[in-house]
C-alpha cells in the first residue's frame, strides 16, 4: 500500500488557479507592454509627419512671400511680337523671352534634349516658366528641375549651350540668370510667372503641342 500523502483534489486545484493567474498577469504585462511600445511609436510617427507638414508650409509661405515681392536680377523686355511663323527665328534675348514663334507650343515637362526655340517661345505665351540649363549641370540638380517641373504643369526645362549662367528662367517678358538651382530666387521666380500675371494667354494650357517630356 502507497503510503505517500496525495494532495487533495481542492489542493491541486489550487495550484492549478494559481499557476493559470500567474499566467494571465504575464500575459497581461506582456500585452500592456506591446501596447505601450506601439503607441510610442504611433507617437514618434505622428510627430515626425506633423513636423515635416509644419515644415513644408512654412517653406512654401516663405516662397509666396519671396514672389509677392520684387524678385532681385529680374530682367524686364517690352515690346515683344506674338505673330505665328514658320522658320527659324532671330531672338534678341538668348534664351529668348518673347517674340515671334511657331503656331504649336511645346509641352511642359522635363526633358533632357533641346528644344525649338519658336515652339519653347509659344509655351512662354500660354504662361510657360521655361528653365534652361548647362548640360553639365550636377546630378543633384537636375534632378531638383525634374522635381519642379513634376509639380509644376507650367514648367518647361531644357538643356542649353551656351547659357551666361548655368540655369536661366524665363517667362514672358522677365528672365533671371542664376549660378544654381539651389538659389532661393528660383522657386519664387516659378510661384510667381507660372501662369502668372504676365502670360498673355492666360488659361491657354501648356500641353497638347509637340515634345514628349522625359518620364517622371
Not at 530682367?75 to 505673330?83: A, E, P, V, Y
Request: proline share 7%; with cysteine; net charge positive.
Amino acid at each position: 500500500m502507497n503510503s505517500k500523502h496525495k494532495p487533495a483534489p481542492t489542493q491541486r486545484q489550487a495550484r492549478l488557479a494559481a499557476v493559470k493567474a500567474a499566467q494571465k498577469r504575464t500575459e497581461r504585462r506582456r500585452t500592456i507592454l506591446i501596447a505601450s511600445i506601439a503607441g510610442v511609436v504611433a507617437l514618434g510617427l505622428i510627430g515626425t509627419t506633423a513636423a515635416v507638414i509644419v515644415q513644408q508650409a512654412q517653406h512654401n509661405a516663405s516662397v509666396q512671400a519671396a514672389a509677392t515681392a520684387p524678385i532681385a536680377g529680374v530682367k524686364t523686355f517690352t515690346g515683344l511680337s506674338r505673330n505665328h511663323v514658320t522658320g527659324t527665328v532671330a531672338y534678341a534675348q538668348d534664351p529668348p523671352v518673347g517674340g515671334d514663334h511657331s503656331a504649336v507650343d511645346e509641352n511642359c515637362g522635363f526633358y533632357s534634349a533641346p528644344v525649338a526655340d519658336e515652339n519653347a517661345v509659344h509655351s512662354l505665351e500660354h504662361g510657360a516658366v521655361w528653365i534652361t540649363h548647362d548640360a553639365n549641370l550636377p546630378a543633384a540638380q537636375l534632378a531638383t528641375l525634374r522635381g519642379v517641373a513634376a509639380k509644376n504643369a507650367y514648367v518647361l526645362v531644357t538643356p542649353r549651350a551656351g547659357l551666361p549662367t548655368p540655369v536661366v528662367a524665363s517667362a514672358w517678358g522677365v528672365q533671371l540668370q542664376l549660378s544654381s538651382v539651389d538659389d532661393p530666387r528660383l522657386a519664387a521666380f516659378v510661384a510667381k510667372y507660372a501662369n502668372g500675371p504676365q502670360t498673355p494667354e492666360p488659361g491657354a494650357a501648356c500641353s497638347g503641342g509637340i515634345g514628349t517630356p522625359d518620364a517622371p
